[in-house]
């Protein structure tokens, strides 16, 4: 097995206008690693995930995917690429037309390779392994709970069983124990899958639930790397404020 990052980004800038968001920054991502990206509002996470999957163009700097350059090389090779990994973005990003089953469908169909029963017989097992019923595949996406927005959204990232997988806030806008239940889901199959995992993420619960590292990027590039004790013990005014803040409103009083 290789043992290159599965991401690598290296000098990465960024930048909207006149605007820098990110300058110099670099992060890499072993096999089989879950990583949690912290930072402030406005710190750059979710267009560092934009940058890592392909979606932005860097201004300077480099991604680098199972060791090979994100862009460049052809639209087949980009193409082969892209395939090899899964995201679920903060609201789920469902097609608002199509049914479950046909959003699960849809990376399927997008291949032109499979045949329509197999397309089936994949996404009742993509729903099966978000623990969905059969039931729930004629759903339209107005019709499901968010618990279930974030299942079907999960399923579709899963659908051509890539090797990563990258979610942005995945637990925004969940209860407690909706917010529980999923992590718990993406750690088991994470586990079960061997996946490599990096999600932004602002929840402490979620944070200590998946992550074997955190990275929290402020100031326009990564500050510190490593496990959850070693980076609560960072001495940066925004580590420090994070888990302060988390840690009161742990102790703060229900208010239901």
């Given at each position: 097995?290789?043992?290159?990052?599965?991401?690598?980004?290296?000098?990465?800038?960024?930048?909207?206008?006149?605007?820098?968001?990110?300058?110099?920054?670099?992060?890499?991502?072993?096999?089989?690693?879950?990583?949690a990206l912290v930072g402030g509002s406005?710190?750059?996470?979710?267009?560092?995930?934009?940058?890592?999957?392909?979606?932005?163009?860097?201004?300077?700097?480099?991604?680098?995917?199972?060791?090979?350059?994100?862009?460049?090389?052809?639209?087949?090779?980009?193409?082969?690429l892209r395939r090899r990994f899964g995201v679920l973005f903060q609201q789920g990003a469902l097609f608002s037309a199509l049914n479950v089953y046909e959003n699960v469908a849809f990376p399927l169909r997008e291949l032109r390779?499979?045949?329509?029963?197999?397309?089936?017989?994949?996404v009742m097992l993509k729903l099966s392994m978000v623990e969905l019923l059969p039931s729930h595949a004629g759903l339209m996406p107005a019709e499901l709970s968010g618990g279930m927005i974030k299942r079907v959204a999960l399923a579709r990232a899963l659908a051509l069983e890539p090797e990563l997988l990258l979610l942005d806030e995945p637990t925004a806008g969940l209860d407690p124990d909706r917010s529980a239940r999923f992590v718990q889901l993406i750690r088991m199959l994470s586990d079960?899958?061997?996946?490599?995992?990096?999600l932004v993420t602002h929840d402490l619960d979620t944070l200590t639930g998946l992550s074997a590292r955190v990275a929290v990027l402020a100031e326009q590039r990564i500050l510190t790397v490593g496990n959850m004790d070693e980076v609560r013990h960072f001495d940066h005014p925004f580590v420090r404020n994070f888990f302060l803040h988390e840690r009161s409103q742990r102790s703060s009083p229900d208010k239901y």
């Amino acid at each position: 097995m290789s043992n290159l990052p599965v991401i690598e980004v290296t000098d990465l800038s960024t930048r909207f206008g006149e605007v820098w968001v990110h300058r110099g920054l670099n992060l890499a991502v072993g096999r089989g690693e879950v990583l949690a990206l912290v930072g402030g509002s406005g710190s750059g996470k979710t267009t560092l995930l934009r940058q890592m999957i392909g979606l932005l163009h860097p201004v300077q700097g480099e991604v680098r995917m199972f060791g090979q350059l994100l862009f460049g090389g052809g639209v087949t090779r980009e193409q082969v690429l892209r395939r090899r990994f899964g995201v679920l973005f903060q609201q789920g990003a469902l097609f608002s037309a199509l049914n479950v089953y046909e959003n699960v469908a849809f990376p399927l169909r997008e291949l032109r390779l499979l045949k329509e029963d197999l397309i089936h017989d994949l996404v009742m097992l993509k729903l099966s392994m978000v623990e969905l019923l059969p039931s729930h595949a004629g759903l339209m996406p107005a019709e499901l709970s968010g618990g279930m927005i974030k299942r079907v959204a999960l399923a579709r990232a899963l659908a051509l069983e890539p090797e990563l997988l990258l979610l942005d806030e995945p637990t925004a806008g969940l209860d407690p124990d909706r917010s529980a239940r999923f992590v718990q889901l993406i750690r088991m199959l994470s586990d079960e899958l061997g996946l490599t995992v990096v999600l932004v993420t602002h929840d402490l619960d979620t944070l200590t639930g998946l992550s074997a590292r955190v990275a929290v990027l402020a100031e326009q590039r990564i500050l510190t790397v490593g496990n959850m004790d070693e980076v609560r013990h960072f001495d940066h005014p925004f580590v420090r404020n994070f888990f302060l803040h988390e840690r009161s409103q742990r102790s703060s009083p229900d208010k239901y």
